[in-house]
């Protein structure tokens, strides 16, 4: 059974390995010219698991103690896991123990696939998306302490790497588009976010747009499903 579901669970995080090296590597290599040992990575991204927050977190250690700020920047950072947690409440439901850690080391990259993924009537579900969080979470802590060994050897620009996350970001977009009935819902996720986008710049967008994707998806629920447009 545990064999079955991790030959399973492996191949949909193929593509996140390759992005989430880039930019463990990247991250580690940023914590070690900021003066931080290859502890400081491996341990921050074995525990926190939050790739965006780990990057601010290291000019949070290097300023001056600010609890209250480091709390309200990982809330307003990571608020987006609140809409993963509501959607799967009802695929952890009687997973035992194995909730508590899909919990911990749900990120973008595991939601969107347990969530999406088709998985064999033959293939444990607790099991496979178990094993497609710790993958997940092995290439990233694995990158981001290699990148805090080698920080100190290897001297490049690396300005432009972590655009690898948008791009995988956009592979998973386009996926989950062919898989779509009607393409009515990615239309209106993007056009929610383009207006919000202009409504409250790059910076502040993200939240606004999720708030408002979910409600009108909530709204337009019924004749959507009636209509055959949301699977």
Known sequence: MLKKAFVT????TIPIFAG?????LTYGIYMNVSGFSFWY????SLTIFAGSMEFVAVNLLLGAFNPLQ????TLMINARHLFYGISMLDKFRGLGPKKIYLIFGMCDESFSINYTADIPEDVDRGWFMFFVTLLNHLYWVS??????IFGSFIHFNTEGLDFVMTAMFVVIFIEQWKKEKSPLCGILGLFISLICLIAFGADGFIIPAMIAIALVLTVLRRPLEKGGEVQ
């Open 9 to 12: 669970a492996f191949p949909y």
């Open 20 to 24: 989430f090296w880039f930019i463990g």
């Open 41 to 44: 990575p491996m341990v921050m």
């Open 70 to 73: 480091a709390l309200a920047m």
């Open 143 to 148: 990158g981001a302490t290699l990148g805090g």
